[in-house]
């Protein structure tokens, strides 16, 4: 990995100054106030807001509704949205669909809703996980039968998060119950206005939702590849979610995967340093301990090593070093710590305390940490595959 210095060219540092201008406009407390009572992950006027600019997909040409960014500015845009908290779980969703749509939709398909992407009015979310299947997303048992030249769907999935706030699901379907169990699955862009989606909210104030497919007809145009081989076309979007891009043409996650939660925490840390400058009635400050000291660079180093950790074992990192964090942290502020936002003793809005709520659910979604640990014994270091697979 090079850790040298970049130098930016002018119109690099112009483009900087555009998108810390933009978040400061469009990333407002009102919206981060809404998030933390929506937890939705998702808000409408930022997300036109970036379609306006291109800024959803900001490598693509000017003419195809995005940004004509470098690689280096796309980056950048996403880290400065990311430090400013900025809602973008349906964006993230949205844009690692999108691939599979271009590479295996119709032409009928593409055009009716990719430039809605671009511009913001057409977002996709992900239709794997069902009340039996999460780790075992090929187990899935929603049925999809042809019926002319139309598709019946029936079945109920868990935690499509962001459904309220989209068109379309990548929807997973069964369409041959006989078949091993990798082979007899199809692939939909489903549309949901004939979905009944039902809220859960997590212990990290997350909103995600049931959805219930309950005998919805889908016209043939919005399947997505052959019929039985759905593995195949989910494998693109599923590999960029594990940060495997290499294996995929999907687009990475948002983030280098070790940078996901690190913003979160950097916020974390930023209170209790707060916390730990501050003086009591006798003047003393905790940071004049040098055990204090200790814990809060402690800290700053395993947020470093996370954020630039790279790969699927970039996301087991993150997701570890969110949850050690928060906890050390709450542990070295104490009692007030467990303050949430809105209490008046709450220091730092309640921060480590939301932290510590919202790292736990790190470790599960987008593939919990332990099947992470088995794609990097599997696929990075030769092992064995932990358990014959059926089918
Ligand atoms: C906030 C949130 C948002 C989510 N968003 C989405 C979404 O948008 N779309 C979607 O489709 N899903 C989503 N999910 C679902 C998520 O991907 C699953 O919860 C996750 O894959 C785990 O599946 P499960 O909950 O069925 O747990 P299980 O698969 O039943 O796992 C239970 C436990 O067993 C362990 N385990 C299971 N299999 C193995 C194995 N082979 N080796 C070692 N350990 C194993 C797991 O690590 C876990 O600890 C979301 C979940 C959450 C909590």
């Known amino acids: 990995m090079d850790f040298g210095v970049i130098d930016l060219d002018e119109e690099t540092v112009a483009f900087w100054a555009e998108v810390r201008a933009f978040c400061q406009t469009h990333v407002t407390k009102e919206v981060l106030d809404e998030e933390f009572e929506t937890g939705s992950g998702f808000n409408e006027g930022l997300h036109k807001a970036l379609g306006a600019r291109g800024w959803i997909l900001p490598t693509w040409p000017r003419q195809e509704g995005g940004a004509g960014a470098t690689p280096l500015q796309a980056a950048i845009l996403d880290a400065e949205l990311r430090a400013a908290h900025a809602p973008l779980i349906t964006l993230g969703t949205t844009r690692n669909v999108l691939p599979a749509v271009l590479r295996w939709g119709t032409d009928e398909l593409k055009k009716a809703v990719v430039p809605g992407v671009a511009s913001g009015d057409v977002r996709f979310c992900l239709g794997y996980t069902e009340p039996d299947s999460g780790?075992?997303?090929?187990?899935?048992?929603?049925?999809?039968?042809?019926?002319?030249?139309?598709?019946?769907?029936?079945?109920?999935?868990?935690?499509?998060?962001?459904?309220?706030?989209?068109?379309y699901s990548f929807l997973l379907t069964r369409t041959n119950p006989e078949a091993p169990k990798h082979k007899g699955l199809t692939m939909f862009l489903c549309p949901l206005e004939q979905a009944e989606i039902r809220p859960i909210r997590t212990l990290g104030g997350e909103r995600t939702n049931m959805v219930f497919y309950d005998a919805i007809r889908v016209p043939d145009r919005y399947r997505l590849g052959p019929v039985d081989q759905g593995w195949m076309v989910l494998l693109g979007p599923l590999n960029a979610e594990h940060?495997?891009?290499?294996?995929?043409?999907?687009?990475?996650?948002i983030d280098q995967p070790g940078g996901m939660y690190g913003y979160s925490a950097?916020?974390?840390?930023?209170?209790?340093?707060?916390?730990?400058?501050?003086?009591?009635?006798?003047?003393?400050?905790?940071?004049?301990?040098?055990?204090?000291?200790?814990?809060?660079?402690?800290?700053?180093?395993?947020?470093?090593?996370?954020?630039?950790?790279?790969?699927?074992?970039?996301?087991?990192?993150?997701?570890?070093?969110?949850?050690?964090?928060?906890?050390?942290?709450?542990?070295?502020?104490?009692?007030?710590?467990?303050?949430?936002?809105?209490?008046?003793?709450?220091?730092?809005?309640?921060?480590?305390?939301y932290l510590h709520r919202f790292a736990q659910g790190t470790a599960t979604y987008g593939g919990t940490t332990d099947i992470f640990r088995n794609i990097i014994a599997e696929r990075f270091l030769g092992l064995p595959r932990q358990a014959p697979r059926a089918g």
């Open 243 to 253: 940060a495997m891009p290499e294996d995929t043409d999907s687009a990475p996650p």
């Open 266 to 353: 950097v916020e974390g840390l930023e209170v209790a340093l707060a916390w730990a400058r501050s003086a009591d009635p006798d003047g003393r400050r905790p940071i004049d301990d040098p055990l204090v000291r200790e814990r809060l660079a402690q800290a700053a180093l395993d947020i470093e090593v996370a954020t630039v950790s790279t790969g699927p074992a970039g996301r087991v990192i993150s997701s570890e070093m969110a949850i050690r964090v928060a906890e050390d942290l709450m542990d070295l502020v104490g009692p007030r710590a467990l303050l949430p936002r809105g209490e008046d003793a709450a220091i730092g809005e309640g921060w480590l305390e």
């Open 135 to 167: 780790s075992d997303i090929a187990a899935a048992k929603t049925r999809a039968v042809r019926d002319g030249d139309e598709w019946v769907i029936d079945g109920q999935k868990m935690f499509t998060t962001g459904a309220q706030n989209c068109q």
